[in-house]
Structure formats: C-alpha cells, structure tokens
C-alpha cells in the first residue's frame, strides 16, 4: 500500500501563519502610535482642538493646522487589516505555490 501525502494544505497554513505572525508583531510594534493617532482624531472629529494645543505649540503650528495634518494621516491600523486580510483570502485561493508567496508578499 502507498501512501501519498499533499503538501500544499501545510503551506496553506503556513502562509496563513507568517501572515498572521507578521501583521501582529507591526500591531504590537506600533500600539503606542495606533493608539495615540486614534485619540487624535477622536478629538478633531469631536472639535476638541483645544487638546490638541500644546502639540501644535512644540510643532510651531496652530491646533487648526496639527488637526488638518492629523486628518490627512492614514488609518495605519485598518490598513494593516485590510492588507492581512487580503493576503489570507488569496491564499485562501491560493492552488499554487507561486500563488501563496504572491499573497505572503503582500505583507512584507
């Protein structure tokens, strides 16, 4: 009796692991900075410019320029999610494994 075994179900997880891996170790190494941008534009949107002031202060600008820079400013977070979970649908997809570094590159 012979036995095959396809590898490819372990490269799957694989891929889905390092993308994973990957996207949680940048979360982790930008928590502060997520955390800090996001208070910041709670608080643009809210029209609480006034905590906003002794930044504008050490930046030589006014709160109404620091809240336009901080609007302008990317979500990194949601992109984040939004890149792994792309990469984890094609790999989803995936039936090749040309096609599951395709989608692991995505997050380097």
């Known amino acids: ?27 982790a190494a930008n928590l502060h900075r997520d955390a800090a ?9 809210a029209g609480q410019l006034d ?21 302008s400013k990317p979500d990194n977070s949601a992109a984040r999610e939004l890149k792994r979970q792309t990469a984890l649908l094609q790999i ?3 039936t090749t494994p040309a096609q599951l570094d395709a989608a692991t590159a995505l997050i380097d």
């Open 1 to 27: 009796m012979k036995i095959k075994a396809d590898p490819f179900p372990a490269l799957k997880q694989a891929a889905v692991d390092y993308v994973n891996g990957s996207a949680n170790a940048d979360a």
């Open 37 to 45: 941008h996001k208070q910041k534009r709670e608080w643009v949107v």
């Open 51 to 71: 905590k906003l002031a002794d930044e504008a202060r050490l930046r030589g600008v006014t709160a109404d320029q620091l809240a336009a820079t901080i609007l």
């Open 92 to 94: 989803d997809a995936a």
